[in-house]
């Protein structure tokens, strides 16, 4: 009995001398945490001398609400709350930052000194300034008189704070928060950082992931504030459902959290009732041009690359407009006026009050001196004018113009020519926002445009928008005197209030307010997150005679389940009856996929060899993958993106070693459609047509390269490297196929950016001439590479600018990110290999499978618009995948292990920069339930290959038989490809996009 009391009283000393260990440690982190932040309290900023002072602190309540706009006759009641230090609430009488929003005044609330906001911000120190009494917590409780027919309370806010950058995501974080009907702000604690969690059930002023405001909001912070706090929110309005006639308590409270050091305020103003009976509670951005960088005027407008750095900078030109009403001159820094070039909206929306019609129009004296534009064709001498109208044909369901048509029309010497034309915009990602365009013109070949980003204030969203500058090159964007044009970047705006640019958006009177009535700028009108069908697109699929397929589906929506409707279809576009996961299907069936989670549809390879495509309409956006597996090998491949008017592939044919190659192609229209096929070699140049195919509505054809009907004889393709070109008049989804002895690969085909063969001879309106930019643009990223022990690596590389060849650099590169000693195409090179690209042509990099197995990742540099694929060789089988793009926000794979099929998967990684990345993973299963979690590092240009049991998973966990998805949650930029591998089998496939 002694011997268990001693245990126990050593035990009880024993803990809490393990208590005192930890409290201590945690005391000495708080306590130089607390240090750091009054040395910056003793760093207060002071007045410079001259400044005048128009901020009125000491302001009482009732002076704060009407300030903010609040009628008189609606106050009942307006007190001050918490601490009653009257430096802390304030008017402002003269512009500073967005306010004031309406009339000439506006209220401030502060956890420090309200009047040392008007003070410039020098760049270092931060205001901390300590209110007499406890808490720094002050709040403005006011007392209303719903009107009679309000429905709806809203006023416009903007949070300020001086923990911006230094103290982002920390336990000092100070908050924002409008309550209605009662005030219950609550403390809680995140349960790993242990941070705090500011909150309350009456909290009206929340963000678009329902947090309370603060620094770390999703609506995002800027460092330019034009006053002397170091960040802000963007221009933000908090909105409420009320009843008409009722009378409402609201509390706008400021406070310090943590600590009272580092002030924070809250700038408030345009209070108003409505009856809009659709009211949401929240705040939102309403849709207003937001600029990166808060008062620089330059990101608000269009930017010429005229110093050819590749980026949207304060250094290029602008172009501006002069408006009167509905019509606009143009302007620029090199000319300084188009003399009587004039654009005129017309047909006004009537529900977005957008103009629906841009025409412009210039006559030839104004073309022939405003930018030396002539579209690589001289202008002939004589009289000529010319109009050019575009017009909005749809709207999508945000209220964005959906398709547009143009009309061109040309008068010269007594003789009018008309050109038409027609476009839009594709969400060829399937995440809600378009990433590529597509037009064609009468005689004119239809083009697809994927636009390149830029992103100016580093928060990983992009603020500018761009076609490439070599794209410009191919459509003859040019000037009469052969010096290309810069590229023109647009601003973008956030339309839909979630804080995330994503639409062309216009500020050219500079009222620091979108121009609504242009057709392109933000519309406010429609729903936050409108319904929309997301579509997935897979070419090629096949059941029977052993061989079976696999299609995988994960919902990148971590918050709403998506309803999927599968539908395959045979080759004749009839529904093709098929078993999927042991259940018989008529061909279409509806699935309902788990937030954030994955479905795999699998057919069971009975009955007769029957092949087709499939068809998935959700109402969530959704990636996936399909794998194909029979004796004769597997293959896996994405969704094919819809292509308008034709696509290229890699075609390679070896009689001798039994290796073919052709293409699956689905038809994506209601109608039939023709394609056209054409063969050209390496060098560009065509070999010979074969005659046209028609696939019916929803139909698919899938043809080996011998299996068209080629003008020339077949025994020349015994032996073929080169290109497979497919010209159509609908829409198609295509995917390359290639069988070899006990193998099947597939790849992805590329979208023809020039189906003639010929310079576009399209008329653009004009552009401002500048420098060449020497830069390459152009850069593909293939994250895993191999070499050595018979693996052989194909590089195909295809360039589609028809104005001259490619010069591009290939860089091979090892897991420790420096270059690989290695032969391509018989050179031994040590890394690095310099390739030319002939124009319309193909370049294929070979190694040649000796020595060790080397494993890397590859990067392409190019000056002209090029695109490629990467096959891998060997006897445990082969894999073609196309390049991976670079990504900042993570990404979503699909993973499958079998321990005793021996399949098992993971992902290959490549780190693109030139700094090491450390890289966050969370393990889910296929109901999007986050399992175990796993760290990678990768140095700068560094590369790793992990199959899933090579994670270190925290908890531990056994994946030997396992089925789910692997989430990388954006640690940093980098590219990735799915790889697995089976019992003589290798399969590639994508990753996809995580939405943030």
């Excluded at 009856?577 to 042991?582: F, H, I, R, S, Y």
């Excluded at 011998?706 to 077949?714: L, M, Q, V």
């Excluded at 096959?871 to 699909?894: D, H, K, R």
Aim: charge should be negative.
């Amino acid at each position: 009995m002694r011997h268990r009391k001693a245990l126990a009283e050593l035990l009880v000393i024993s803990t809490a001398v393990f208590c005192l260990i930890i409290f201590a440690k945690i005391g000495t982190s708080a306590r130089s945490e607390a240090q750091e932040r009054r040395s910056e309290a003793s760093a207060v900023r002071t007045a410079p001398p001259g400044v005048s002072k128009t901020i009125s602190t000491g302001a009482t309540a009732q002076a704060l609400a009407q300030a903010m706009g609040i009628p008189a006759a609606d106050i009942v009641l307006a007190e001050i709350q918490g601490n009653q230090d009257p430096r802390a609430v304030a008017t402002g009488q003269t512009p500073l930052s967005y306010f004031p929003t309406q009339s000439s005044s506006y209220a401030i609330l502060c956890t420090g000194g309200a009047g040392q906001l008007e003070i410039p911000n020098p760049g270092s120190g931060n205001w901390t300034i300590d209110l007499d009494g406890s808490p720094d917590t002050v709040a403005l409780h006011l007392r209303l008189k719903v009107p009679s027919g309000m429905q709806c309370m809203s006023f416009d806010f903007a949070f300020y704070s001086e923990e911006f950058p230094e103290w982002l995501n920390s336990r000092y974080n100070d908050a924002f928060l409008a309550e209605k009907g009662q005030t219950d702000i609550k403390t809680a604690h995140d349960p790993v950082t242990f941070n705090p969690i500011i909150s309350s059930a009456y909290n009206f002023a929340f963000d678009s992931k329902k947090s309370t405001i603060s620094v770390n909001t999703a609506f995002g912070v800027s460092g330019n504030t034009g006053c002397s706090y170091d960040g802000v929110t963007p221009l933000l309005k908090a909105q409420t459902p009320v009843t008409p006639g009722a009378t409402i308590d609201v509390y706008l409270t400021i406070m310090d959290v943590g600590d009272s050091y580092v002030d924070s305020a809250v700038f408030l103003d345009n209070f108003q009732w409505s009856s809009d009976a659709a009211c949401a509670e929240g705040a939102k951005t309403e849709g207003q041009f937001l600029p990166p960088d808060v008062h620089q005027r330059w990101t608000r407008s269009i930017r010429v690359d005229s110093n050819a750095n590749g980026r949207p900078d304060e250094q290029d030109e602008t172009v501006d407009l002069i408006r009167d009403s509905s019509s606009m001159n143009y302007m620029t820094a090199s000319s300084r006026t188009y003399g009587n070039s004039i654009v005129e909206l017309a047909n006004p929306d009537s529900q977005s009050g957008q103009f629906q019609s841009v025409i412009y129009r210039r006559p030839q004296a104004a073309m022939a001196s405003a930018l030396k534009l002539q579209s690589r064709y001289p202008m002939q001498a004589g009289s000529r004018n010319e109009t050019f109208t575009v017009s909005i044909d749809s709207l999508d369901p945000t209220m964005r113009p959906g398709t547009f048509s143009l009309t061109q029309v040309i008068e010269k010497n007594g003789v009018t020519t008309t050109r038409t034309g027609h476009g839009g915009a594709i969400d060829t990602n399937s995440d809600g926002k378009p990433d590529v365009f597509e037009g064609e013109g009468t005689g004119q070949p239809k083009v697809s445009i994927s636009l390149v980003y830029s992103d100016i204030n580093g928060d990983g969203k992009a603020d500018f928008a761009s076609i490439p500058w070599s794209f410009g090159q191919v459509i003859g964007v040019n000037t009469g005197d052969g010096i290309p044009d810069p590229q023109v970047w647009v601003p973008l705006g956030d339309t839909n209030g979630d804080g995330t640019p994503d639409a062309p958006a216009f500020d050219f009177d500079h009222d620091d307010k979108p121009d609504p009535g242009l057709p392109f700028s933000p519309a406010v009108a429609g729903p936050a997150n409108p319904p929309a069908d997301y579509w997935l697109h897979f070419s090629q699929f096949a059941n029977g005679s052993q061989f079976f397929s696999q299609v995988f589906m994960f919902n990148l929506d971590t918050k709403n389940a998506a309803n999927a409707e599968v539908t395959i279809r045979r080759q004749d576009g009839a529904l093709y009856p098929v078993t999927l996961n042991g259940e018989s299907t008529s061909g279409q069936k509806t699935y309902s996929i788990p937030a954030g989670g994955l479905l795999i549809l699998r057919s069971n390879g009975q009955g007769s060899l029957q092949v087709g495509s499939v068809a998935v309409k959700s109402n969530r956006p959704l990636a996936g993958v399909v794998t194909y597996q029979s004796p004769a090998g597997a293959a896996g491949v994405g969704a094919s993106p819809k292509i308008g008017s034709g696509f290229i592939a890699p075609m390679y044919r070896s009689a001798a070693a039994s290796i073919d190659t052709g293409v699956a192609i689905m038809n994506l229209g209601t109608a039939s459609v023709t394609v056209l096929p054409e063969i050209y070699t390496t060098a560009g140049t065509r070999k010979g047509k074969a005659s046209s195919k028609t696939i019916p509505a929803g139909g698919q054809v899938a043809l080996m390269l011998t299996g068209f009907s080629w003008d020339f004889n077949e025994d020349d393709l015994d032996n073929f490297e080169g290109i497979l070109k497919i010209t159509s008049n609908g829409s198609l989804g295509a995917t390359v196929v290639q069988t070899r002895p006990g193998e099947y690969a597939t790849q992805p085909v590329v979208p023809n950016l020039n189906p003639t063969g010929a310079v576009s001879a399209l008329v653009l309106p004009d552009a401002v001439a500048g420098p060449l930019a020497t830069a390459k643009d152009h850069r593909l990223h293939f994250a895993q590479f191999a070499n050595g022990a018979s693996i052989v690596s194909k590089l195909f590389l295809f360039n589609q600018d028809a104005l001259g060849a490619a010069s591009a650099t290939v860089n091979v590169r090892g897991d420790n990110g420096l270059p690989v000693s290695l032969r391509l195409n018989g050179q031994l090179v040590n890394g690095q290999m310099n390739v030319s690209v002939p124009t319309n042509g193909l370049n294929v990099v070979t190694t040649d499978g000796q020595g060790g197995v080397v494993s890397g990742s590859v990067t392409v540099s190019s000056d002209r618009a090029i695109s490629g694929t990467l096959v891998y060789g060997s006897t445990f089988g082969s894999a073609g995948v196309g390049s991976s793009c670079e990504l900042s926000q993570g990404f979503i794979a699909p993973m499958e292990t079998n321990s005793s099929s021996q399949v098992n998967t993971g992902i290959a990684l490549m780190n693109p920069t030139d700094s090491p990345i450390t890289l966050n993973f969370d393990l889910c299963d296929l109901n999007g339930n986050r399992l175990s979690g796993a760290i990678v590092s990768l140095p700068a240009r560094g590369h790793q290959a992990l199959f899933l049991r090579d994670f270190s998973w925290s908890p531990s966990r056994n994946v030997d038989n396992f089925q789910g998805l692997v989430r990388e949650l954006g640690g940093g930029r980098v590219a990735a490809t799915v790889i697995q591998t089976r019992p003589g089998q290798y399969i590639t496939m994508p990753v996809a996009p995580r939405l943030p």
